[in-house]
């Protein structure tokens, strides 16, 4: 098939794009016990922290798989089997969390709101008050399935107020967008190797309270997503309990030394914030429109509404774009028909513009005039 040949830019939500330099760290073989590898895995470790502001009160424990296993031990590890969790709802992965909850066993009322609608954090703090029993709180930073941005700080506000404890699933925003756990009170906070730190997928991490972790001895479902077991054997002697992804790590720990030289999480930001500016703008000049306002759209992946065209098919689109070197995302959301395309990897104002320059020649392949969705009836 023509396009194969060609690596192509991914406008998705994950694999992402990742440097030349971060997949050339991969061309080595590490052993497991290799010092320098160990020093590694503590550097990783300690820049991870870092970026969350948690030195001296948080500790960061990666996992072996994806974003999901990250969580997955999040999850177990850190709510007790008699806890119960308020799970925030406004999409795939806060829907995931409630899953989880329900195959650890753990009580998990949801509040959910739908898909273009945040949560409030006067309704989380009601709850919280209306039922004493409620020990955590589980929350989605940007939800990856439209692109909002969820006010974590304000959630996390109205738990910390009502005396319980947050679990974030940052999975789409840790790197690019701040999360500062000297103002913004967590016990925990999940992400992965593969979003905006834009290292290859093959690994999640999790940073800890350590006095929360500490006092989580024996509360995981399973034996590879305990946390707390992963951490006691990193401390011990630095290594992962069973086989790490040393490829994956390595070139992780390139990426932050990347992240690092383009200005830490405000410069990344400020990459992404431009890629979605650009994309958004030019996405408009041929009649897209996005399913968000722009108060609530995170710089990291945008919705945009079908067109509504008979011409337009989805599915031409998206061949019509790989041919051309670029990959993005069928929507998942219930409250629109829509489709997706990310700001985050390794992307820039030259890839953003050319993945514009593609939608438009592949429109008029289509035969498409205009991107413009149906006019939604008044509410
Ligand atoms: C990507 C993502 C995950 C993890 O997904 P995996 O496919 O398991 O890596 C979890 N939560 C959010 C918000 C995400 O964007």
Not at 130 to 135: E, G, H, L, R, S
Not at 304 to 310: E, G, N
Request: hydrophobic letters at 45%.
């Amino acid at each position: 098939m023509p396009g194969d040949e060609i690596e192509p830019w991914l406008l998705t939500p994950g694999p992402l794009t990742t440097s030349v330099t971060v997949k050339q760290a991969m061309l080595r073989d590490w052993g497991s016990r290799d010092r320098r590898f160990i020093a590694i895995n503590r550097e990783v470790r300690d820049r991870l922290v870092d970026l969350a502001h948690g030195r001296g009160s948080h500790v960061a424990v990666p996992v072996q798989g994806s974003g999901t296993f990250a969580v997955e031990a999040m999850i177990g590890t850190l709510v007790p089997r008699d806890g119960k969790v308020l799970v925030l709802v406004n999409g795939a992965y806060g829907k995931r969390i409630a899953r989880i909850c329900a195959y650890a066993r753990r009580a998990h009322p949801v509040y959910e709101t739908s898909e273009d609608t945040p949560p409030d954090p006067a309704e989380v703090a009601r709850r919280l008050a209306a039922d004493p029993a409620i020990t955590h709180v589980a929350a989605v930073h940007c939800e990856t399935s439209s692109g909002i941005l969820n006010p974590i700080a304000e959630i996390a506000a109205a738990t910390a107020a009502a005396g319980r404890r947050l679990l974030i699933d940052a999975m789409s925003a840790f790197g690019a967008l701040p999360l500062d756990a000297r103002s913004l009170p967590f016990d925990a906070v999940a992400a992965s190797a593969n979003k905006c730190l834009e290292g290859v997928p093959g690994f999640g991490f999790v940073i800890a309270r350590e006095q929360a972790l500490a006092a989580a001895a024996g509360t995981a479902p399973a034996l590879s997503l305990d946390l707390h077991d992963q951490w006691r054997g990193l401390e011990a002697n630095g290594q992962w309990r069973f086989t790490p992804p040393t490829h994956v790590i390595a070139a992780f720990h390139q990426a932050l030394i990347e992240h690092e030289a383009e200005g830490g999480v405000a410069g990344r930001g400020a990459r992404y914030r431009e890629n979605c500016r650009i994309l958004v703008e030019g996405m408009a000049a041929l009649g897209f429109e996005p399913l968000l306002p722009p108060a609530l759209q995170a710089p990291i992946i945008v919705t945009f509404r079908m067109p509504a065209d008979p011409r337009f098919r989805f599915e031409a689109f998206y061949d019509g774009l790989s041919r051309k070197g670029y990959v993005i995302y069928p929507g998942k959301l219930t409250v629109a028909d829509s489709f997706r395309i990310g700001c985050i990897g390794r992307l820039g104002p030259p890839e953003m513009r050319g993945a514009l320059a593609a939608i438009r020649g592949t429109l008029a392949e289509m035969g498409v005039e205009s991107g413009a969705p149906r006019r939604r009836e008044a509410a």
